[in-house]
């Protein structure tokens, strides 16, 4: 069964430093795969997705991922992080029959501190 | 900009009331989704529908019935409210019946059960 996994819940990252987010997939065919980031009482807003071609993504607010083939992984990576970075993260993984379906990941929080 | 509005921010009610969560999307997308948010679970699938009077069951179907007579409105409907539907609601649609478009969410409405 297709799944997805953030093994971190919570990350706490000072202000200026690079952060990294982890997110491990599990899906026989090709992943189309998202980043969403959830501000506080908010809903979730697409940070950048993966379809094919450059397996290095840019979205937006300075982040980027990198899809990972051999290791089953879509990092989030962010070289300097601002104080308003500081959300939930959610991983997802489509392109599941033809439906449109996303599945999620359990969500990161990130805090990041002054 | 897409725009997906659901009735409620906050929404309390009792046990056994029969509950509608209500959702609207602006931008004439096919595809929309009820997820369900609880800490430490990410978002898990409820219901979803790819037409005016079609729906398939998601991942928790149990307890909850959907309505889409119209193509922008989607709505959730808990037959007999119970405790452990106290939640996080989030609705969202999409362009397209298949392919990799991304999902556009609602705020979302929080739901408490007593």
């Known amino acids: 069964a297709q799944s997805v996994t953030q093994p971190d819940i919570h990350i706490t990252v000072s202000e200026g430093a690079s952060l990294e987010l982890r997110c491990n997939y599990s899906?026989?065919?090709?992943?189309?795969l998202f980043w969403y980031v959830q501000s506080p009482g908010q809903g979730l807003q697409l940070l950048l997705k993966?379809?094919?071609?450059?397996?290095l993504v840019q979205g937006i607010k300075g982040f980027e991922a990198e899809f990972k083939r051999s290791q089953s992984s879509f990092n989030l990576r962010k070289p300097s992080v601002h104080w308003s970075d500081a959300a939930e993260y959610f991983c997802a993984v489509g392109g599941i029959s033809n439906t449109g379906k996303l599945i999620f990941g359990q969500g990161t929080t990130l805090q990041v501190k002054p | 900009d897409v725009k997906v509005t659901q009735s409620s921010r906050y929404l309390v009610k009792r046990t056994g009331e029969k509950v509608f969560l209500e959702c609207v999307q602006d931008m004439d997308h096919e595809n929309m989704f009820w997820y369900r948010q609880d800490p430490g679970l990410g978002l898990r699938l409820i219901y979803f529908s790819y037409d005016v009077k079609m729906k398939e069951k998601g991942d928790i179907p149990e307890g909850y019935s959907v309505s889409r007579e119209k193509k922008e409105r989607f709505s959730l409907i808990l037959e007999s409210a119970s405790t452990n539907q106290t939640s996080m609601y989030l609705c969202a649609s999409r362009w397209g019946l298949a392919g990799v478009s991304e999902q556009y969410f609602g705020p979302g409405t929080r739901l408490t059960v007593t």
């Open positions: 993966y379809f094919s071609g450059d397996t």
């Open positions: 899906y026989g065919a090709t992943p189309y």
